[in-house]
């Protein structure tokens, strides 16, 4: 059924003020002033959106679907993701990846938990491969699969400057930055290769070196987790200034910060600082990757499960903080992933989008959350179930 969203405050990420929207066939179809949309003729719901602000949904660009996990064998092999905690968190659209196992989760189980997802009703995408290179494809190579699976819009979590990657070479990591590029030209995708970065002292070294020594554009390619500590994360701000793209994890709480896990809160507000457009800043959540807790001696004594409502704390505490404007953190967990990774119809609210919305009331308390025209959240009551989930 079409929707008619009146009144709310819009961010489409620009501060557009109070519009009237009408959405239709999963796609929104008018942005007006309040008032001026009069349907008739058809059958429409009417969401009033009085006193709320409509935002473009937001995208996760890092999310373990399947569960990530496995470093203590088998019975650490994280949990697959639910829809029911993606809309409850205000996302819509994910990109899927594997991690540190390679070896009992495949790509193909990636691609089709990603589809079911996209039945259940969010927007998906993903990342072939793991932390290993050889990347492990379902056709054969990154590029084929860039060119014949829809889904596929890069390689990765491609581990460097950590313990438990495959310790690339540099040219093996340059060859496979330019199977992403190529495959991402043939298949009309971003192509993008992303990195897992560790502690490692290399820190951005690879990039850097793409940078320098290769054709590569820096669109290409993206390290996540720069936050880890501070020593990357400043490397990863002078790499964004001098042109890259950067991801952040949004896990860590500002209250407990240390140089060894720095927030995102304290990472926007450096980047800015030094200059770097907030296009170039992404924020992914990294869900159900697993979170070991070892004890003094180092030995793991528990595990918990990275969440997924990362980006929707730090939506609200980047602003309440006054580190970001509604806008401009509307460009971080919407706008900018969805330009970046070239995800048609994504990450804006204007006539043609696609009609996924997230709705706020004053105290940025998600309440209403649309995905491809379909209402999954009204009024903080979750609609959203999965296939398997008590009805
Ligand atoms: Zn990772």
Known sequence: MAI???????????????????????????????????????????????????????????????????????????????????????????????GTDGVTRHPASLLAKARALDIEGVSTYVFVGSYEV???????SVRSDLVLIDKVIGAGEIAISDHRSSQPSFEEIARLAAECRVGGLLGKKAGVLHFHLGDGARRLDYLWRLLRETEIPPSQVIPTHVNRNRAL??????????????DLTAGVDPENETDDDVSVETAVRLGL?????????????DSH?????????????????????????????LIRRGILAPDQAARLFAANPAVYYK???????????????????????????????????????????GTFSAP
């Open 4 to 98: 008619h969203i009146r009144g709310g405050t819009l961010f489409a990420p620009e501060a557009l003020g109070p519009k009237d929207l009408l959405v239709a066939g999963g796609r929104i179809e008018a942005v007006t002033e309040p008032g001026a949309i009069q349907p008739g003729g058809f059958p429409v719901e009417v969401l009033d959106a009085q006193g709320l602000t409509v935002l473009p949904g937001f995208i996760d660009p890092h999310v373990h679907i399947l569960g990530g996990g496995g470093e203590g064998g088998p019975a650490t092999r994280a949990p697959e993701i639910r829809v029911e905690d993606i809309v409850r968190s205000g996302v819509t659209t994910l990109i899927g990846c594997l």
């Open 233 to 246: 994360l400043e490397d990863a701000l002078a790499y964004a200034a001098a042109g890259g793209f950067i």
């Open 273 to 285: 600082e030094r200059g770097v457009p907030i296009e170039r800043i992404m924020v992914s959540s």
């Open 343 to 385: 995800l048609e119809g994504k990450g804006r609210v204007a006539p043609g989008a696609d009609a996924d919305l997230v709705l706020f009331d004053e105290t940025r308390v998600l309440r209403t959350v649309i995905a491809k025209g379909r209402v999954l959240m009204r009024d903080g009551k979750l609609l959203a179930r």
């Open 134 to 140: 050889p990347v492990r494809t379902v056709t054969g």
């Open 289 to 317: 990757g697993s979170l070991p807790v070892f004890d003094k001696a180092g030995r793991l004594v528990g595990l918990t499960v990275a969440a997924q409502d990362t980006l929707l704390l730090k939506f609200r505490s």
